[in-house]
């Protein structure tokens, strides 16, 4: 069982951090450059590093207008079918700034790629501090999200599971070999709260401290993880000509993201002031509630299945391991 | 003195309710929609109204791409000036469009003006609603603010006065003869809360509520009225090469609107994690704390000085005072 052994993992020697993918996303867009100047500091320094760390900022053209993209939703462009399509002179600009990132943190799917990818978001949903990725079973994401859990015992901490496949992974973190995004709410976008830009600062040192011991050859103890994996997506009633919203998320279920909606349980109230309720049989976990950037997309919270998840104790692999066990090791976090 | 008499006031026959000035403060554009289909619904059983009510959705272009503005900030574009300045072919939609609601609504200082213009908008500050005016002696303003203190006692409500002359005056609740701007906030631009919007629809019909009181011949009684009057801004502390910012405001500060600051209070906190405090001798009550949209502008936080001013109770003219005595009113009330 996975509990009664030690697994080894390949060393996590290349990190990307990366801020203002979406560029009215404030958090990581001033955490990314306090760090690009405080790394001219320790440069002039010359300190010495034991993870070799890239700090990213991931779409400029929006981050200089505070918009969230230019021409489309640069977090979606990641796929295969979307970094090997066909280019012209209207391909839109996150199209191109895709296979620049690509080109810098992947190839995707490739061994060149980066070890890790910390994507930095901020929501206007109270959603504290979520890790989210495509994977439930990624040990070294989840033994972040472990160590973050402990090092941030006042801020309220959860781990997203998007089942969407390799193939299909539309964002920046999937660049890497391991990623995940760091999405910290509720702020509004264009807006920097100290509080946020604080907890998400001690989240990317505690993620890079783990790191750090991890590849020293400590073991990282296994445990159990709260997995939050999303099945099911609302969109806001609209009226069937406009396509306008007619109503708002209930004031009952505003800001209650991660509390455990059952059915029957208000939904949205109309702008006329009716309720609507949930008519789901199963409850379920509501997140991204009233989240800004997807009223374009026609949602308006998405729901999750909560589910416990064991994790075994980790550690890097020695070199001889990493060039006799790579294939053992591939195959044994594919299970 | 004011007290001991009732002021005797023209007539509020027309009145203008406006959502959309900026095309992402959500509240007032689903406010004037759901306004305007309840309209259709009563023209349609052909009742009579006591007040003529005309709801505008002003920046009907921001709206439909959920920006503040195209070109220019259109709630900047009422000073006499802007209003008779020179047309070109690249003039901006907002100058335009401000014509346009000058000549729907104005023109702005003519007695064709509509009597009371009520400008719906939202702030990312915890403000609750506002009402915010050029007049620290406009009796109607303060009279429907005193209204709506007393019908919505669960909402914190201000009266704030921008002491900019008349000619300098810019926003559009200056067309009309009254007017002023309902300010309702904590809300990210680009969402709307349920409870927000509803405390705005309590609001506009307290008001018309109030404004049917007043035509209808009843006496309004005085009293005394907080003002916060606007003395001062402070701006972010700023990179002097980039002009990026370099702090946010200080976590003892945010959220803390009409909370007296006093001098040596935390005023920033730098990404880097200094305080920075308020250098003022004054203690004052800030307002407009982190607004989104005033980074821009260069404004991190307002400051206010509080002030208690009299009411006198108020009543409507009759048909003979409004022919005979318009004259001496007009004199009184700019005393």
Same mark, same amino acid.
């Given at each position: ?18 801020? %203002? ?6 958090? %990581?867009?001033?955490? /990314?450059? =306090? &760090?690009?100047? +405080? ?11 034991? $993870? ?10 929006? $981050? ?35 296979? *620049? ?14 070890? &890790? ?22 040990? #070294? ?13 006042? !801020? ?7 089942? !969407? ?9 999937? /660049?890497? @070999? ?12 264009? $807006? ?9 600062? +001690?989240? /990317? ?19 159990? !993880? ?14 069937? =000509? ?24 208000? &939904? ?7 309720? &609507?309720?949930?008519?789901? @049989? *199963? ?5 991204? #509630? ?5 009223? =374009? @997309? ?5 729901? +999750?299945?909560?589910?416990? !998840?064991?994790?075994? +104790?980790?550690?890097?692999?020695? *070199? ?16």
């Amino acid at each position: 069982m996975a509990s009664m052994h030690v697994v080894c993992l390949p060393r996590l020697s290349r990190v990307a951090v990366c801020g %203002g993918t979406h560029g009215n996303e404030m958090s %990581g867009i001033y955490l /990314v450059k =306090e &760090l690009l100047k +405080a790394r001219k500091k320790v440069m002039e320094d010359e300190e010495e590093k034991p $993870v070799s760390v890239m700090l990213v900022l991931s779409n400029p053209r929006a $981050v200089q207008q505070c918009r969230r993209y230019i021409d489309t939703d640069l977090n979606r462009c990641f796929t295969h079918a979307t970094l090997s399509g066909p280019m012209s002179d209207t391909t839109p600009y996150e199209i191109i700034r895709s296979r *620049e990132l690509n080109t810098m943190l992947g190839p995707k799917g490739s061994p060149g790629a980066v070890d &890790l990818v910390c994507d930095l978001h901020n929501t206007t949903a109270n959603m504290g501090l979520c890790l989210i990725s495509y994977s439930d079973c990624d040990w #070294i994401c989840l033994h972040i999200f472990r160590h973050l859990q402990r090092q941030m015992p006042d !801020v309220p901490l959860r781990y997203i599971h998007f089942d !969407v496949s390799n193939k299909e992974s539309y964002s920046l973190d999937s /660049v890497g @070999k391991h990623g995940f995004a760091m999405e910290i709410g509720p702020q509004p976008h264009g $807006v920097v709260r100290s509080n946020v830009y604080t907890a998400m600062k +001690a989240g /990317v040192q505690h993620m890079l401290d783990w790191v750090s011991f991890f590849n020293s050859g400590n073991v990282s103890e296994g445990g159990f !993880v709260d997995v939050f994996t999303m099945v099911k997506r609302f969109d806001y009633p609209r009226d069937s =000509e406009t396509h306008d919203i007619t109503a708002a998320v209930h004031p009952q279920l505003q800001d209650r993201d991660f509390c455990l909606l059952h059915p029957e349980d208000p &939904l949205f109230q109309t702008f006329s002031g009716e309720t &609507l309720r949930y008519k789901g @049989k *199963e409850p379920l976990y509501p997140f991204f #509630i009233n989240e800004c950037a997807y009223y =374009e @997309k026609g949602i308006a919270l998405s729901l +999750a299945r909560k589910r416990r !998840v064991m994790i075994p +104790a980790i550690r890097v692999q020695t *070199e001889q391991e990493e060039q006799s066990n790579e294939q053992r090791f591939t195959s044994e976090e594919e299970e």
